[in-house]
């Protein structure tokens, strides 16, 4: 699709949205953009055997902005319409208040990157062609263990169109596909259930969910579950924490990711303000949030201010190098923007986010590393995390994971909350291991109300010490 | 009782963001008769409105000021007991129309569900004409500069209360929503509401941290505020008290929970009780009915019916009529959530599948002579992420709050975690407060457990 089809999808000219910008700036506003928002998601789910549920749901709309300095004033419509958009200009025009006003020059066609290309839009897939994939995992499911007895599948795709204009100059847009199948099971041994689940997650078309990845979701959601039944709880207190490659790079999400986002630090609410150039972790630490992995969660081609988005190093060779910026962030810091700028929708006004945050493999071998542990776990997969910001406390909840005793895995263990201190936890990351992995599940990250997808990576990671929710 | 019956089943002329009650009316008549011509047996739509305002001062300065409005429309399709729900926000006539043939169509490719039909009549409310009075009706004379002044005031309160305060984030948001629900097999009935909302957060310097703490209230009337000076004092107090918090060593401590954060302890309590949860045996709940599930302290009630009350309703979201319910009697389980599909596949009457204004039984002691009675303890003020596992009880959360010696806050502590299983928690429930949290639908004091887990150092 090119600029005209995008300007089509939502029926307006390049001349009415000069003409809404206009009235954005009409108080004396600095800077206005406009953001036009299409979205359709659909969800089929399979329960007690069936495809017995499907969902489906449409978002239309634009959001305006404006900014008078650090200040930002918003609205948005759900009907676009010249006089609906200008309208909405006009309420957020009033954030600023003075004489000046601003020239907007010709637009001109800003063309975004192209990370997530798929085969077929999902607007072209219809229901009946995704039924089949459920009930065949549903069947793999019930065949591969007799404890088994419920097992919950759903299936989502979303495709989101966007058109972007500023009143710098800029217009541009993006096509935003994704997809997820999870899997949940129950299972059930002498009268002790169990659940756990499994999901796949991605800017990815149908052509994704292949044999291999469908047995997958199967084997891991049912692997899980059954594992439960061994499991116990670790002691309760402080000890030596070993990351599992892949999804525990929501240490780094919760950690450091948070606390590096621009606002908070502009704000000077945030524990990492003032450590840009500093060295906060040994050499062998790098971190990165990236927006340019092909077909991850968190990848984005532009952001939601209509800048390109990049691999952004938070922390190279333990020193901390680039907070994640917005707009705002950008200017305040005199720094160019880093591609942060995201919102859940055309609701919400942006601010400095996430997209796929990891961390470089290091010199370390996995085995070396568990060999090295004395008394701790090995935390191998989460459900949530969640940081204070200023304080700098972070936690995340671990689902399953191992006791690790005197160099050797001993037994597996559920259920129990991780809490650290981010810039402490840095300073403790002592071995960090050469088997990368980004996961692959569907997160979603909050923030003041909005979610957004993103995507983490960790390779094995030894951390010094943790406190670990146990008893 | 109101009635409603259209005259036309042509598209309505007038679909926009300001829609009358009887605009709204003829509207889901329209979308019953489309789909069922379509094929649909039954039909259920909602018709919803919103304007919305929000905006928050920031260090001297209006940092962002938000205003919208907004509306939508879902349905639910039953073909010959298939099913499928679809909401859109696009009420362009064309878009409108493909919409539900859409949404007709895409049930079709389902398996039947003989338990997929709209609630019978008899679960219907009878009469529809109580007022809940849950509208504020001055919510249009309240102006730009009002909202303004509001989160000023007590941003201005907050900043003074100590030098050592590094921010102040005031916010105030308010909301004014109407909705229409109507079934094919009949039932309809309106809704109309106002919500704010108001409150501030505070960071403060310590060392290299910046502890944070905030205070948040909500009501359906504007007037129904605490002072500006409660609510700064208890926003910059928090974050200030928070000065130099450490873990303390691990073990089993008294634990007395301030009333608002008791509130995540009652919802984990809550989310095992629902039918979907007991059918799909994700409960560790399941076949508890009229067996202790908690000391004999505890005491809930569901009650629809508070005037004014944030989770007021005469019906709930699958329009089954509201009434008043005992969820735990001294410790002991009455009833499961129950709404109409699950019930039916468990062979149980529905009960509305949801909570409402939920009431703890109180107790007649403060939190200050609480913790003189427990002597020393941890008073958890504050949860930081962690998660329970409703299938088997088990549960960890990170916390924040102080340790209290002889009676007395002692110091306050941080990066700890909170553990066990919910089986033997609720059992270890030795006392409720006197201090029901009041800006919240679910109405809980501070609460008090004897020798929980902590892990710290």
Redesign the interface.
């Known amino acids: 699709m090119n600029l005209q089809d995008y300007l089509n999808l939502f029926g307006v000219s390049q001349e009415t949205i000069r003409q809404v910008i206009t009235e954005g700036l009409s108080k004396g506003g600095d800077y206005c953009d406009i953001f036009f928002q299409h979205s359709s998601s659909d969800y089929?789910g399979l329960?007690?055997n069936?495809?017995?549920?499907?969902?489906?749901?449409?978002?239309?709309?634009v959001g305006i902005r404006v900014l008078n300095g650090?200040?930002?004033?918003?609205?948005?419509?759900?009907?676009i319409a010249p006089e609906t958009m200008k309208k909405?200009a006009h309420?957020a025009a009033?954030?600023a208040n003075s004489k000046s006003r601003l020239e907007i020059p010709v637009f001109s066609e800003h063309k975004p990157a192209d990370y997530y290309r798929i085969k077929t839009p999902w607007e072209k897939v219809?229901?009946?062609q995704k039924?089949p994939y459920l009930q065949r995992i549903n069947q793999k499911v019930f065949n591969l263990d007799s404890r088994v007895?419920?097992s919950?599948i759903s299936f989502n795709n979303s495709t989101t169109y966007i058109l972007f204009a500023n009143s710098e100059g800029r217009i541009t847009y993006d096509y935003q596909p994704m997809s997820q199948i999870s899997v949940s099971c129950?299972a059930?041994q002498n009268g002790?259930?169990?659940?756990d689940s499994f999901n796949l997650s991605g800017r990815r078309g149908i052509e994704f969910f292949t044999e291999l990845n469908i047995e997958r979701l199967a084997n891991e959601a049912v692997k899980r579950t059954v594992a439960l039944f061994e499991a116990g709880?670790p002691?309760?207190?402080?000890m030596e924490v070993v990351l599992a490659a892949g999804s525990s790079g929501i240490l780094l999400h919760?950690a450091i990711g948070h606390g590096m986002e621009a606002d908070f630090n502009r704000?000077?609410?945030?524990?990492f303000?003032d450590k840009i150039g500093k060295a906060v972790a040994e050499s062998f630490v790098t971190i990165v949030d990236d927006g340019t992995n092909a077909n991850v969660r968190g990848s984005i081609n532009i952001d939601d201010e209509g800048n390109d988005t990049e691999k952004t190093y938070l922390v190279e060779n333990g020193i901390m190098k680039s907070y994640l910026h917005d707009r705002l962030s950008a200017k305040h810091y005199g720094v160019k923007p880093t591609g942060s700028g995201r919102r859940e929708s055309f609701?919400h006004?942006p601010l400095p986010r996430m997209r796929n945050t990891y961390m470089l493999p290091g010199p370390h071998k996995k085995d070396e590393i568990i060999a090295s542990v004395k008394n701790g776990i090995m935390a191998e997969t989460f459900?949530?995390?969640?940081?204070?910001?200023?304080?700098?406390?972070?936690?995340?909840?671990v689902k399953s994971g191992y006791l690790i005793k005197n160099g050797k895995i001993e037994r597996p263990i559920?259920?129990?909350?991780?809490?650290?201190?981010g810039?402490e936890v840095l300073k403790n990351i002592t071995m960090v291991a050469d088997d990368f992995q980004m996961t692959e599940g569907g997160w979603t990250c909050g923030k003041d109300g909005q979610g957004v997808p993103v995507s983490m990576g960790l390779p094995t990671v030894k951390v010094k010490q943790l406190?670990?929710?146990?008893? | 009782m109101f009635s409603y019956k259209a005259a036309s089943k042509q598209h309505p002329e007038k679909i926009n963001k300001m829609m009358t009650k009887t605009e709204k009316e003829s509207l889901a008549d329209y979308i019953i008769d489309l789909a069922k011509k379509n094929g649909a047996n039954e039909v259920a739509v909602d018709i919803s409105l919103e304007s919305e305002v929000s905006l928050q001062f920031r260090d001297g300065e209006i940092e962002q000021l938000q205003e919208s409005q907004q509306s939508g429309i879902s349905i639910k399709v039953y073909a010959d007991h298939k099913y499928s729900s679809h909401s859109t926000n696009d009420l362009r006539k064309d878009a409108l129309k493909q919409f539900v043939e859409r949404a007709v169509k895409s049930t079709r490719y389902l398996t039947a569900d003989k338990f997929r039909e709209l609630p019978e009549q008899k679960y219907y409310p009878k009469n529809l004409g109580r007022d809940l009075n849950l509208l504020d009706s001055d919510y249009k004379n309240i102006s730009t500069e009002d909202r303004l002044n509001i989160a000023r005031e007590i941003h201005d309160l907050a900043k003074a209360e100590s030098d050592k305060i590094i921010s102040v984030a005031a916010g105030y948001g308010d909301a004014i929503f109407s909705s229409f629900k109507a079934h094919s097999n009949g039932f309809s009935g309106h809704k109309e509401g106002t919500i704010f909302s108001t409150g501030a957060e505070v960071t403060v310097k310590d060392d290299d941290a910046r502890p944070e703490d905030y205070y948040w209230v909500q009501s359906r009337f504007k007037n129904k505020f605490p002072s500006p000076e409660f609510i700064a004092k208890k926003a910059a107090q928090g974050a200030l008290n928070k000065i130099g918090q450490s873990k303390i060593k691990s073990g089993a401590y008294n634990m007395l929970v301030e009333n608002r954060a008791a509130i995540k302890l009652i919802s984990m309590l809550l989310s095992p009780l629902s039918a979907s949860a007991i059918q799909q045996k994700s409960s560790y709940l399941d076949g508890m009915i009229g067996k202790s599930i908690a000391s004999e302290k505890l005491n809930i009630i569901d009650n629809p019916f508070i005037t004014g009350g944030l989770g007021s309703r005469l019906f709930d979201g699958e329009g089954i009529a509201a009434k008043e319910r005992t969820i735990i009697k001294d410790g002991v389980l009455q009833q499961y959530y129950i709404d109409s599909y699950y019930g039916k596949k468990l062979g149980m009457e529905p009960n509305g599948g949801s909570s409402s204004n939920l009431i703890l039984n109180t107790g007649n002691q403060s939190v200050d002579e609480m913790m003189n009675r427990l002597g020393n303890g941890i008073f958890l003020t504050g949860f930081n992420g962690g998660n329970s596992n409703s299938t088997t009880g088990d549960f960890s959360f990170g916390i924040s709050g102080f340790y209290f010696e002889n009676g007395k806050l002692a110091k306050p502590i941080n990066e700890m975690n909170l553990s066990g299983n919910a089986k033997d928690f609720w059992q270890q429930l030795m006392e409720v407060g006197n201090d029901p949290y009041p800006y919240s639908k679910w109405l809980v004091p501070s609460l008090v457990f004897e020798g929980v887990n902590f892990s710290g150092l």
Do not use: C, W
Not at chain 1, 50 to 61: C, E, F, T
Not at chain 1, 383 to 397: H, L
Not at chain 1, 414 to 421: A, E, L, S
């Open positions: 089929i329960e007690d069936d495809v017995n549920r499907a969902h489906s749901n449409i978002d239309l709309g650090n200040q930002t004033g918003y609205s948005f419509t759900e009907v909405a309420t009033n954030i219809e229901i009946d039924i007895i419920k919950k129950i059930e002790q259930r169990e659940q709880k002691e309760a207190g402080e919760e704000k000077e609410i945030s524990i303000s609701r006004m459900t949530n995390g969640q940081v204070m910001i200023g304080g700098g406390d972070f936690t995340f909840y559920k259920d129990v909350n991780i809490i650290g201190n810039p406190t670990v929710g146990g008893y």
